[in-house]
Nanobody
Framework: VQLVESGGGLVQPGGSLRLSCAASGFTSSNFAMAWYRQAPGKGREFIAN????????LYADSVKGRFTVSRDNPKNTMYLQMNSLKPEDTARYYC?????WGQGTQVTVSP
């Protein structure tokens, strides 16, 4: 079983990034999936989740209106579209499916 995040990088405030989480070794479409993030010196924070069918999602207040979670079940992939990024969004972003976690992808928002 493997979850692999990609799409992180360095972006200026106000910019956008799209993260991907590719699942293998299990049928991710059977499970809700979620995004979390962890900034240096802080605990892991819930960002968003999406149900197995992809029609229902929930967001943390800190990202509501700026981030959008989606999934493509035939591709076993979940996405996080991040717009209007702020320096406080700087963190390592992780995806979670069932009891499995990816290794994360770093997002840095800086001028």
């Amino acid at each position: 079983v493997q979850l692999v995040e990609s799409g992180g990088g360095l972006v200026q405030p106000g910019g956008s990034l799209r993260l991907s989480c590719a699942a293998s070794g299990f049928t991710s479409s059977n499970f809700a999936m979620a995004w979390y993030r962890q900034a240096p010196g802080k605990g892991r924070e819930f960002i968003a989740n999406i149900n197995s069918a992809g029609y229902s999602s929930l967001y943390a207040d800190s990202v509501k209106g700026r981030f959008t979670v989606s999934r493509d079940n035939p591709k076993n992939t979940m996405y996080l579209q991040m717009n209007s990024l702020k320096p406080e969004d700087t963190a390592r972003y992780y995806c979670k499916g069932s009891d499995y976690w990816g290794q994360g992808t770093q997002v840095t928002v800086s001028p």
